[in-house]
Every structure is written in C-alpha cells, then in structure tokens.
C-alpha cells in the first residue's frame, strides 16, 4: 500500500460511526437491506445513463448484484455491475456521511451527542454504507467508474480514518468485503453473517423486490456425496406494485396475496394506485374474504407493509389505516420512505399522514362501488366487516362520517334482504317524518313484538338491529339525512290519525292503570293506556327518555 493515501474522517463522520459501532442500532442486520439498495441504486445509474451512452456498458448489461460469504476467513462479500465511483466520487461520497438530508442530520446529531435517544433520529436518516460497520471491525471497498482506467480501493476500521489508493479492477461497478466481527461469524453471539441460509434469509425479507437478481453460490451435496456448486438467485425481483394494473392478472394478484401475506383463500378486492403528487407512491390494498379470529382482540398487530423503491422498510405499519379498516391488507412502497423509518418517528412522519388519508379514501370509495355494483359480494364483506365498519361511524366525524352512513346496511321489515338508509328514506312514504328501528335477537322475535303491529298495519318499514352496536350508532348519528331515527320500543310512537285519537281516559280505566301499577310496584315506571296496540293486550316500552330496551341489556353485560 505504498501509494495509498491516509485520511481522517469528517468529524461528524466519526461521530456517527462510534455511535453506530457501540451498536445504538438492535437490528443489525439492516447493514445487508443498506448495500444491496445501493448496489440496486447504482444499477439503476448506470442504466440510465446508458440510454444515451451505450459504450458506458462496456458490453457488460447482465446487471446482477453477487453475494459471497468466507466462513473460514470470517468474511462477507457484495458485489454489483453498477455505475461505480472515481477516485473523487469515494472521497466525497464515502467519506461523508449521509448524503441525503445531511444538515439536518449534523445539527441534530451535535444536538443529541450524548443522549440516548440518538438512535430514533439516526433512523429517520440514510445510514447506508456505514451500517456495515455494524456488522464488520474492517470494511475494504474497490470500485471503479465505467470507463476508467483505474480502480479506486478505500478501506477503513472505523477508527477514525480510512486509506485510499488507485488500483486495477477489471470489471466495472463495486465490491464491498466486511470482515466480520466475531460476533457475527460462526459461534458468535449474533446471527452469523457467513452463513449462507441467514444471508438467503435477510434477502428474502429485505431485499426480495429489488429488481436485479441478487445471486449466491452454494455448494449441495450431489447423489455421490461430493458438493457442486450451484448459483441461485435469491429474490423474487418481480414487485407486483410496479407493474401497470393492466398487465397483472387477476391469478397475479391472488398468487401474490396469498405468498406475502399468508392468507389462503383469494382477496375479495384489490386496490392498486400509482400516485405522483404532492407525495409519491404506489399501493397495493387487499381486501380479504375473511375477517381474522382475533380481529377484536386487544393484540391483534395487522398493517401495511412499507417498502422504500422495493427495499422493505417495515411490516405491520399501524399507522397508515385507522383503527377501523385494520382488516385491510397489503403494502405501501415509496421513495419518500426513509429505509430507516423507525416506528417512533412514525407518528410525526407527514409524507405518511397524507398517503394515509388517501388510502382511507380509496378504500372507502372502492367498498362503495362493490355495494353498487356488487351487491352479493358486498354483503359476504358486510357479514364479515360489518362490525368494523359501524365502529368507524362511531369513530369519525364530518365528510368521512356520511361516507361510512353510505355504507351501512340493515335488514329490515321492507323484505329479506338488507338496506342501505338511502333505500329505505327512498321508499318512506309522504307523511313518513322518522327512520323507524326496532331492536332484538332476530328477526323471529322482533316480528313478534306487539309494538310492530300498528307499523306494520300502517306500511311503515322498520329496520332491525340485531347488532348491540347497531343502536349506539344511531344514537350517535341522530338522523339521517335530516329524518331522526326512532325506536318503536321508546315512548309513543305518535302514530294515530287524528280521528282515530281517543278520548280522554275515563274513570274506570284510570282506576285500573292505578291499580295494576300498583301491583307490579318497582318494576315499571308508568302503566299507560296504549294507542298502539291491535291483537295484543300489553307491551312492554322503554321511557321516552330512558335507554331503550337492548341497550339497558349492553349496560346490564358491561357492568358484570
Ligand atoms: P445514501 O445511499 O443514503 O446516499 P450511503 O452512505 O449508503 O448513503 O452512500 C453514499 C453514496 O455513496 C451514495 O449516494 C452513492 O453515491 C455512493 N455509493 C454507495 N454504494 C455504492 C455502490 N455500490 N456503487 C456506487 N456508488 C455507491
């Protein structure tokens, strides 16, 4: 190395470093994620530039991305035919940190020199090449740009400085060698990075839809007992979400669905938008045919799952959907996404909040559309996500509010299918001034209440909630449309034209209420002689004020 050049890290460089090496960092094994998305990154470069300089190629346009591991050395390699960098280029790019967002990234990290939450801000930046020190007590990184003469070699053990020299590569692109700490070898106390099935493993997780193929040899016993060596590529590549939606099959989907998020049967939706706006992304949404068991368990952890230009960021992101579409599957991919993101940056992450809300929107609209166009597989959604749905009423307010009243269905006495409130203010008839609601087990039992007869007399359609939600989602609504909701359990039902209305009580028969209220002492407020009756002799009505029937049942459950 007698031509090699000594040089000293930026300050804040080193600063970074040592913050990283006394591992502030729990997941090592990003370092992997980190490489392989520069060497895509680089990939990507030399690529584009080729489109109007093909001699850059220099013939070579198989792009591949090559992992090698030395268990015996304690070594791990990557290497990729990318756009590489000139001896300039390592300087200024290698030699400082985090090129992306750096200012901001200083000022903060002089700010927090010593604290112990300089980790959260680290993450919302590029830690990039330098996770590999992480992993590795000396990093050695040869690389040379297309067309150059020379190859340039920088190696460094993260103490501070790193030595820089010319040298010959043939190929063009970069090699990066880790050689690995102890800990991170056979035998040592982390994962063992030289082990061929915990590399196969990372990339599947991390790295899986990078678009070049990232390549490994093994080496399988054959039939005889001797081992051959055989290169397999370790990723998918294919990321479903990049392609246009008019080229991926509906099998496409499905197959996809049900490999990345282990689900069995096929989705009953598929949301798939590329958007460029403020902020740019592509989804990928799933909705599933059926709900999990423990959706409504306190524990159930089910999100999105995040990818920054297909390198996977982070799974089950909470974040993005409100509480009540969690049934929603699928992913998020975008260049805005930092791979770094961590889950307490999260809540003050803007570019999140905004593709947040438009995903909300999407799936609203779309469960929308199914119920037009769709009505059979919209009630198989209803039977499974119904729940969540009305929760979300209870949950919003304003625009989205009437957007999930939209989506709302009962049955009722109309016919055996359900209703939308839209179809039932639509077939009230004109002197009809309130959404009638009937609460109960099923539909045998409300049929048989008493209080249905005069409605029912009258052509009045009742709705009916079987749902112990149901009524505190209407009470919580109020009206529809401006036409109150009323129960034809609670208090008089108003309904009698006048020439029907009947006198006063008479004496013997205010005797008689007297006397059997008196009978039945606490256990009814008022005895009343009722307008609403026809077969029946007596019925059973909540206060005009007080909780109507189910609901005094819920209270009853919840005080046990
Ligand atoms: P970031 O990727 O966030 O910019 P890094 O520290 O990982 O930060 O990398 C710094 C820069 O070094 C990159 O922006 C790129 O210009 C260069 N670089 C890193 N790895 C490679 C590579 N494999 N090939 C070419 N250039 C690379």
């Known amino acids: 190395m007698a031509n090699a050049e000594q040089r000293e890290f930026k300050t804040e460089t080193q600063k970074m470093l040592d913050l990283m090496i006394n591992s502030i960092y729990t997941n090592q094994e990003i370092f992997l994620r980190e490489l392989i998305a520069n060497a895509s990154d680089a990939i990507d470069k030399i690529q584009f530039e080729s489109l109007t300089n093909v001699d850059l190629l220099e013939g070579d346009s198989d792009f591949e991305i090559c992992l090698d591991v030395d268990a015996d050395e304690g070594e791990f390699t990557i290497s990729d035919n990318g756009i590489g960098m000139t001896y300039d280029e390592v300087i200024e790019n290698i030699g400082t940190i985090a090129q992306s967002g750096s200012q901001e990234f200083l000022q903060k990290l002089q700010e927090h020199q010593n604290d112990e939450d300089a980790v959260d801000f680290i993450g919302q930046f590029g830690v990039g090449f330098y996770s590999s020190f992480m992993v590795a007590d000396k990093v050695t990184l040869i690389t040379r740009a297309p067309q150059a003469d020379k190859g340039v070699k920088w190696v460094s053990e993260g103490d501070g400085t790193y030595s820089i020299e010319k040298v010959d590569k043939e190929e063009r692109g970069t090699t990066i060698k880790l050689d690995l700490r102890d800990d991170f070898t056979a035998g040592g106390d982390e994962i063992d990075v030289t082990d061929r099935q915990t590399i196969q493993r990372l990339v599947k997780r991390y790295s899986n839809y990078v678009e070049y193929p990232i390549k490994m040899k093994f080496y399988p016993e054959n039939e005889e007992g001797e081992t051959e060596e055989e290169v397999r590529t370790l990723n998918t590549m294919k990321p479903l979400w990049e392609r246009n939606k008019q080229d991926v099959s509906e099998e496409e989907y499905s197959e996809f669905y049900q490999e990345v998020f282990q689900e069995w049967s096929d989705p009953l939706e598929v949301i798939h938008k590329k958007v460029e706006g403020l902020v740019k992304y592509t989804t990928l949404l799933f909705i599933p045919e059926q709900a999990p068991s423990d959706i409504y368990s306190e524990d159930f952890e089910q999100g999105l799952r995040l990818y920054s230009k297909n390198n996977f960021v982070m799974d089950n992101c909470q974040k993005l959907l409100p509480d009540y ?149 209407i009470n919580n609504l109020a009206e529809y449309d401006e036409i109150e909701f009323k129960s034809v359990l609670s208090g008089d039902l108003d309904l009698l034209d006048e020439d029907e209305e009947d006198d006063e009580e008479d004496d013997e028969t205010e005797e008689l209420l007297a006397a059997i209220e008196e009978n039945l002492e606490s256990k009814v407020d008022e005895v009343r002689l009722s307008k609403r009756l026809k077969s029946s002799a007596v019925c059973l009505v909540s206060a005009e004020a007080g909780l109507s029937m189910s609901m005094e049942k819920v209270l009853e459950q919840m005080n046990q």
């Open 325 to 473: 579409l969690r049934f929603v599957r699928g992913l998020v991919d975008s260049p805005d996404f930092s791979l770094n993101l961590s889950r307490e940056t999260l809540q003050d992450n803007k570019q999140l909040k905004i593709i947040g809300k438009n995903l909300e929107k999407a799936v609203l609209k779309r469960l929308k559309k199914m119920l037009e166009d769709d009505w059979e597989q919209y009630l198989k959604f209803w039977s499974e996500f119904g729940q969540l749905i009305k929760s979300g009423v209870n949950m919003t307010y304003g625009d989205k509010r009437d957007k999930l009243v939209d989506l709302l269905v009962f049955p009722s006495s109309h016919s055996d299918e359900f209703t939308t409130l839209e179809e039932y203010v639509e077939r009230m008839n004109e002197e009809q001034d309130k959404i009638y609601y009937v609460t109960g087990e099923n539909e045998a039992t409300v049929e048989k209440l008493p209080q249905m007869e005069l409605l029912q007399e009258k052509g009045l359609e009742v709705l009916y909630f079987f749902d112990e939600i149901d009524e505190f989602v």
